[in-house]
């Protein structure tokens, strides 16, 4: 998801490597002429790199393998991050691999070289501490730097959090390399970026999705962190007037009418297309989506829904980009 630009292939060109929603890493070479189109990753078997849960293209649907694991891993897993890592310093890259739902990071070693890779198709988990790496609200992307400046690479991750569901909010975690050059060791996880507090009245911080860029913004000497994310907040309510409340209940109720004509309508190409295949029961659903009638019922959806948030307001979900100067005297971040 988060794209690490890299001479992957060692031709001397950058190339973008990164994973996406599919479940598996890809890489965009480049060359005199551009980026070339995406390709997967592949191990040294001609099997599509990736973890125990993937798009598979050809049944289009959500596939499960246990193929790719090493040690015992309850639960599926959806690689939707990658970096590319030299983590024994042997000269080739290695891969990085993170899990979108419990936050958690594997590695899969190289026993090629970085012009003929040959991923093992093995995934060992990377430990913090005594125990797998796992990121509480799930990981959006891990990044690689020295934090610290003791010339190891640390990792530092964003969360995807929830401040609205069971999990706890969004933040940014810093882990640090311990071990040394060749035999990476990371310690327990410290929050640069608390998580944040559910209920918030105003948009202050990301709460949700939060990916971020490790640069010295200010010139300062320090790492910094510039963080895109969603913010969370429901708008304090006034008290409404007898006018405003007998206003808010017929906009409720002409709501309540379109929303009603709106699933009848999805219902009924549902109904009629229920013997047809997934992919052809989609593209009646797009057909109908496109029709004026449908248009005509969204556009009115959306404008009751507006008037009801202008006397009643629910809750706000944004995204913004926001900048995180660090503190010089600690490993903490401050929100500018």
């Not at 193929?67 to 599926?76: I, K, L, P, T």
């Not at 990916?211 to 962190?225: C, P």
């Not at 309508?265 to 659903?285: G, M, Y």
């Amino acid at each position: 998801m988060a794209p690490q630009f890299v001479d992957f292939n060692a031709d001397g060109h950058v190339d973008i490597f990164t994973a996406t929603f599919d479940g598996s890493p890809h890489v965009a070479l480049g060359s005199p002429e551009g980026f070339q189109v995406p390709q997967r990753i592949m191990d040294a078997n001609g099997e599509r790199v990736l973890l125990t849960q993937f798009w598979n293209y050809e049944s289009k649907e959500w596939d499960d393998t246990d193929r790719a694991m090493e040690s015992n891993s309850d639960g599926q897993l959806h690689c939707i991050s990658a970096l590319a890592f030299d983590w024994d310093d042997d000269g080739d890259f290695d891969l990085l691999l993170g899990d979108k739902n419990k936050g958690r990071l594997f590695r899969q070693m190289n026993e090629g070289t970085n012009m003929e890779p040959a991923f093992t198709g093995k995934n060992i988990p990377v430990f913090t501490g005594e125990a797998p790496f796992e990121l509480n609200g799930g990981m959006t992307a891990p990044y690689l730097v020295d934090w610290d400046a003791d010339g190891l690479t640390d990792l530092v991750c964003g969360s995807f959090g929830d401040s609205y569901g069971d999990n706890e909010g969004g933040a940014v975690v810093w882990y640090r390399n311990i071990g040394k050059l060749g035999a990476p060791q990371y310690a327990k996880p410290v929050n640069l970026i608390e998580p944040s507090a559910k209920g918030q009245a105003t948009a202050t911080r990301p709460d949700s999705g939060l990916y971020m860029d490790v640069v010295d913004y200010n010139g300062d000497g320090s790492l910094d962190l510039v963080v895109g994310g969603y913010s969370h907040w429901t708008p304090e309510r006034k008290p409404l007037t007898e006018d405003e409340l007998k206003h808010v209940a017929e906009l409720e109720v002409q709501l309540a009418d379109v929303l009603k004509q709106i699933n009848e309508l999805r219902s009924k190409v549902l109904r009629e297309t229920q013997d047809l295949s997934k992919e052809e029961q989609s593209a009646k659903l797009k057909e109908v989506y496109s029709t004026d009638e449908y248009r005509q019922q969204m556009t009115e959806y959306t404008k009751l829904s507006q008037e009801v948030a202008k006397v009643k307001p629910t809750n706000k979900r944004e995204a913004f980009v926001w900048l995180y100067l660090r503190d010089q005297t600690q490993n903490q971040a401050t929100n500018r």
